[in-house]
């Protein structure tokens, strides 16, 4: 069974610093993996994803993440965090092969809280 | 976006009561997914999509019920809404192999 772990569920930052959000997977294969945001009261938006290639994958707003295999992980990082990111973010992961019917999984989310 | 549209909007409804949320897109896509979203639970999949009348449940599908008889249309049914699924309510699609999800709006359902 896939899974998601995303282990921080608050986080504050000041506006300016750095960023890293933690993803910790679970999946039987090659996954497909996703970062999404959300904003308050907002759908959800995809920032980035991977699936093969290289491990840093760029995103839209600035947003990269780094896929390691040997740890299960996809983390989002973002150099210097605007105030406007403020939102909550999520990780997923999901399969590639139409078995799967791509379905996603998705961790229980981040929210991220910037302070001015 | 990609032409995916939920209503409604925002719906209160009664206890016991059925209620029906849609899904609609214009794009003709096979792959369509219906997920809650709760505080401190994250999105979880209640029922999914793969083609017309083909569907099948996700991980909380207790009391929900899907239809999908045209491509467009993706339908999930409360049989009878209790409290425990008031929630907010997307849609989502998939454009294939690896990439993710497009999400409607969401539906915030009040069970009361």
């Known amino acids: 069974a896939q899974s998601v772990t995303q282990p921080d569920i608050h986080i504050t930052v000041s506006e300016g610093a750095s960023l890293e959000l933690r993803c910790n997977y679970s999946y039987g294969a090659t996954p497909y993996l996703f970062w999404y945001v959300q904003s308050p009261g907002q759908g959800l938006q995809l920032l980035l994803k991977y699936f093969s290639g290289d491990t840093l994958v760029q995103g839209i707003k600035g947003f990269e993440a780094e896929f390691k295999r040997s740890q299960s992980s996809f983390n989002l990082r973002k150099p210097s965090v605007h105030w406007s990111d403020a939102a909550e973010y999520f990780c997923?992961?999901?399969?590639?092969?139409?078995?799967?019917?791509?379905?996603?999984?998705f961790g229980k989310g981040t929210l991220l809280t910037v302070n001015p | 976006d990609a032409g995916i549209t939920q209503s409604p909007r925002h719906k209160v409804t009664e206890t016991g009561t059925p209620v029906t949320l849609r899904c609609h897109q214009t794009e003709n896509h096979r792959y369509m997914y219906w997920y809650r979203q709760d505080p401190g639970h994250g999105l979880r999949l209640i029922h999914y999509s793969y083609g017309v009348k083909d569907t099948d449940k996700g991980e909380v599908s207790d009391g929900y019920s899907v239809s999908r008889s045209k491509t467009e249309d993706f339908l999930l049914t409360l049989e009878s809404a209790t409290s425990s699924q008031t929630s907010v309510y997307f849609c989502?699609?998939?454009?294939?192999?690896?990439?993710?999800?497009?999400f409607g709006s969401g539906t915030r359902l009040t069970v009361v």
């Open positions: 997923a992961v999901g399969g590639s092969s139409g078995g799967s019917n791509y379905k996603l999984t």
């Open positions: 989502a699609i998939s454009r294939g192999a690896g990439m993710g999800y497009t």
